[in-house]
């Protein structure tokens, strides 16, 4: 039998964004394993977070590329990404909030270059009068993480709809980090 490692980890990262505590045994029940064939994978419970993050740091990567950031507005960039980034969702809003995982510099290396990415794109709609300039673009960086993480559990326990993890985050963020007109 054959077994989608990417898949795997994405069970097990839904599994312990609910419940950090989780065994490996419960990783492998809910991924449809055996705790052997787990552990063949990944050594342990160390070298699966490892894991979800080298994942986690590759989707996010290619959901940025895809968003073409530095094209066309802003706030249309950011739609851009927040759709990019909802198959993946549930893995980032896992390490999102694992922040043992951020230990090393290697590893804050990745996501310190994703996460300057994305504070660039905030900094330009900043920058070209799009959005507020009295939040930083790492504050909106970091809320954006949160949001994505938030909606991801609230469309995984049922309470948002799917069809609408993009509106919400998209319209709840902006609304918050446009600049208001005077008039």
């Not at 490692?5 to 097990?12: F, G, K, N």
């Not at 990783?27 to 990944?42: D, E, P, Q, Y």
């Not at 951020?102 to 070209?128: I, P, S």
């Not at 799009?130 to 809320?143: G, K």
Request: net charge negative; charged share 30%.
């Amino acid at each position: 039998m054959t077994v989608d490692r990417d898949q795997v980890l994405r069970t097990a990262a839904a599994l312990l964004s609910r419940k950090s505590t989780a065994t490996m045994d419960e990783v492998a029940k809910a991924a449809g394993i055996g705790r052997a064939t787990l552990h063949r994978h990944f050594a342990g419970r160390d070298a699966l977070v490892r894991a979800l993050e080298e994942l986690g740091i590759r989707e996010f990567d290619a959901a940025i590329e895809a968003a073409r950031l530095g094209e066309g507005a802003a706030g249309d960039a950011l739609r851009r990404l927040v759709a990019e980034t909802e198959p993946s969702a549930g893995l980032l809003a896992f390490l999102v909030t694992e922040n043992q995982l951020f230990e090393g510099e290697q590893v804050n290396e990745g996501w310190a270059r994703l996460d300057a990415r994305v504070a660039a794109l905030f900094r330009r709609g900043q920058e070209e009068g799009e959005f507020r300039i009295d939040l930083t673009p790492v504050w909106l960086t970091e809320a954006l993480y949160g949001l994505i993480g938030t909606c991801a559990w609230a469309v995984q326990d049922g309470r948002v709809a799917a069809k609408d993890f993009q509106f919400m985050i998209t319209e709840l963020l902006l609304g918050g980090a446009r600049r208001s007109v005077e008039k």
